[in-house]
Nanobody, 124 residues
Framework: QVQLVESGGGLVQAGGSLTLSCAPS????????MGWFRQAPGKAREFVAG????????YYDDSVKGRFTISRDDAKVTVYLQMNSLKPEDTGVYYC?????????????????WGQGTQVTVSS
């Protein structure tokens, strides 16, 4: 299984911005989509944003539409999550995931490979 490596998390004040990156460690597969999920303490992991690899079509959870932007770099096989206007409720561990089975999936079960996660903390 291919390992994904996230970077870019940190502590930011409400209203601030962060950019997360995710790249594979080692060999890659023919992924059809990549996505970002997050998990707040005591809560279930939830979908944040995804991108269809062929064509680059993004899709978002309603809670982040207009504030977050997902993009990808074909050559680097890297996906980014630009997060603006951050809110305290955006706090959590952010996980990158890749799917070889679906062009888009809002569900964790649709993804085959996962990263270890990067902490994002938004202070009020």
């Amino acid at each position: 299984q291919v390992q994904l490596v996230e970077s870019g998390g940190g502590l930011v004040q409400a209203g601030g911005s962060l950019t997360l990156s995710c790249a594979p460690s080692g060999r890659t597969r023919d992924w059809r989509a990549m996505g970002w999920f997050r998990q707040a303490p005591g809560k279930a992991r939830e979908f944040v944003a995804g991108i269809r690899w062929r064509g680059g079509t993004p899709y978002y959870d309603d809670s982040v539409k207009g504030r977050f932007t997902i993009s990808r770099d074909d050559a680097k096989v890297t996906v980014y999550l630009q997060m603006n206007s951050l809110k305290p409720e955006d706090t959590g561990v952010y996980y990158c995931a890749a799917s070889s089975r679906y062009d888009n999936s809002w569900y964790a079960q649709g993804y085959d490979s996962w990263g270890q996660g990067t902490q994002v903390t938004v202070s009020s």
